[in-house]
């Protein structure tokens, strides 16, 4: 179904390959795992399969790629748009309707399907991706998930016989990416369909691909079985760190396998003591005090009366289905989101009522959409305008925004355009230019988006070490993986409200679908990670 015969692609300008000889075979029916670091070329990758690469991003292709016997040297993206559909990281980028049921019927009209086939697709989209009662809404008012939920749907309704995602579970709760992995699944399965699929939270897909392809730092691929393969890389999900850390042999892909093979450790770490994950105790007021903040869009209410104290050394995690609304309470938080009603205090002063270059140093906010956030045509520019700022507002950062950028993600180059990076790096890149003015309170939305195992580590470890420095952290996200790691506590908001708020670790192993791999293959052990795992059995020996 796909071939890449010796491709190497070429950028403008880069001294370097992004993709080097290339040899690979994609059967029909076979769903295939991209996997590797941020930035390593997993989107050029899947650019290749439907043209995108390069008669959209230009570059140099040398080599040969077919798609169901069509070369894309001679066949460009429009003529392949029967053959193949492509779901890009940022789905808010590709929509081009207003709505939700017309963006799942525009493939189709393009492609020039009956009306009644047209419609009963839409309805079967609807139902499959459970959007049913989004399909009167417009596109830009939902949420990153509800986005991303769409732009599956309207490739799915063209029925495609290559279905290429990038990312696809990145904005989407474990419940919603369960529910739309099962759909892809059922598309490989009953119908055959080819499934490229790339991905960094590995935890939620290995147990399905029936190939992994791994992008290599140089450029070069490699492919294989899943077992094998993960076995052997340095980017694996936890449950297949925690079979190489014990010495199961095969390695499990899935809880269910794990949990099989986990009997003898856990009989070893039964009587391992809890680990201790409570932060720094400090006294005093709370870095942030929020009560009855309330959000409403038109009639519909998006945050309830939520009353919220946020302590200085303290990593809250803040989880909740798509829609629950979490973006909406962080932009009230911060003071440039709405809010209907309701107080917020930080230091004493609400940001909402402070001009932007004050309120920054109150509260730093990293949205969803990174990219949102940057203007400039360099990343140096961004990062020099950035210490500009804050030395003009008069803010004393402990290190400038490139050294920030660095110990996140680095590699970047200071010549390299924002809109060229991946979503990680984009994000690696805002955060540092919010840091830079030292708030009290930093909230980030979703920012494993786009991350590897080891850059949401990196992240971890920056996001406590401003913790400790007497900073309140909220991160917004549907990582369970990251949230284990990193988090003291969870809150957890539905249709608006706080239904749930404590330690890590009672929050999330309350919930099957919040807890992380560990907690479900060595339960009852109170043990969330495999780093706790591998201190436990140190302390055993």
Not at 13 to 35: K, M, N, Q, T, Y
Not at 133 to 139: A, V
Not at 447 to 469: E, H, Q, S, W
Request: net charge negative; charged share 20%.
């Amino acid at each position: 179904m796909i071939d890449l015969e010796h491709v190497t692609v070429t950028y403008p300008g880069s001294d370097r390959p992004a993709l080097r000889d290339v040899c690979l075979h994609i059967d029909e029916g076979e769903l295939a795992l991209v996997v590797g670091p941020t930035g390593v070329g997993k989107s050029t990758l899947l650019g290749l399969v439907n043209g995108l690469v390069p008669h959209f991003t230009g570059g140099r292709v040398a080599g040969r790629v077919s798609v169901a016997g069509r070369d894309t040297r001679t066949h460009a993206p429009r003529e392949l748009a029967d053959v193949v559909g492509v779901v890009g990281q940022d789905p808010l980028a590709g929509f081009v309707t207003d709505t939700v049921e017309e963006e799942l019927a525009y493939a189709m009209e393009q492609l020039a399907l009956p009306s009644p086939v047209m419609r009963k697709r839409v309805e079967e989209t609807l139902d499959l991706l459970g959007i049913a009662d989004l399909r009167d809404q417009p596109l830009h008012r939902l949420s990153g998930g509800q986005q991303q939920r769409v732009a599956i749907g309207a490739v799915l309704t063209a029925h495609p016989q290559v279905l290429v995602l990038d990312e696809p579970t990145s904005a989407l709760d474990p419940t919603a990416a369960e529910e739309v992995l099962a759909s892809i699944t059922r598309l490989v399965h009953d119908l055959g369909v080819t499934v490229v699929l790339a991905e960094h939270r590995l935890e939620r897909v290995v147990q399905y691909a029936d190939r992994v392809v791994e992008v290599q730092a140089d450029g070069t691929v490699t492919d294989g079985l899943p077992p094998a393969m993960l076995a052997a890389t340095g980017v694996a999900p936890p449950v297949v760190e925690l079979g190489k850390l014990a010495g199961w042999q095969p390695i499990a892909l899935s809880v269910r396998d794990a949990r099989r093979a986990a009997g003898g450790l856990r009989t070893r770490l039964a009587a391992v003591p809890v680990p201790d994950r409570r932060p720094p105790s400090r006294s005093g007021v709370p870095a942030l005090s929020a009560r009855g903040v309330v959000v409403r869009y038109g009639s519909r209410v998006a945050v309830s009366g939520v009353d919220l104290d946020l302590a200085a050394g303290q990593v809250t995690a803040l989880m909740g289905r798509n829609g629950s609304g979490k973006s909406s309470l962080l932009w009230a938080l911060q003071g440039s989101g709405p809010r209907q009603a309701g107080a917020v205090a930080v230091g004493g002063a609400d940001p909402a009522s402070l001009p932007p270059e004050r309120a920054r140093a109150l509260v730093g906010l990293v949205p969803q959409t990174a990219a949102d956030l940057l203007y400039l045509p360099t990343v140096g520019d961004e990062l020099a305008q950035a210490d500009r700022d804050a030395r003009e507002a008069g803010h004393r950062p402990p290190m400038a925004a490139r050294a920030v950028l660095d110990q996140l993600a680095g590699g970047i180059a200071d010549d390299r355009h924002p809109r060229d990076l991946s979503e990680g790096e984009r994000l690696a890149v805002v955060l540092a230019i919010q840091l830079v003015a030292a708030p009290a309170v930093v909230l980030l939305d979703e920012p494993t988006r786009g991350l590897d195992y080891g850059a949401k580590r990196a992240l971890g470890r920056m996001v406590g070490d401003i913790a400790a420095g007497g900073r309140a952290v909220v991160v917004a996200t549907h990582d369970v993986e990251f949230v284990a790691a990193f988090a003291h506590r969870v809150v957890v908001l539905a249709a608006g409200e706080v239904v749930a708020d404590g330690p890590t670790a009672e929050v999330v192993v309350a919930s099957p679908a919040f807890a992380p791999q560990v907690a479900k293959v060595l339960a009852p052990l109170d043990l969330l990670t495999v780093d706790e795992v591998r201190s436990a059995l140190e302390a055993v020996g």
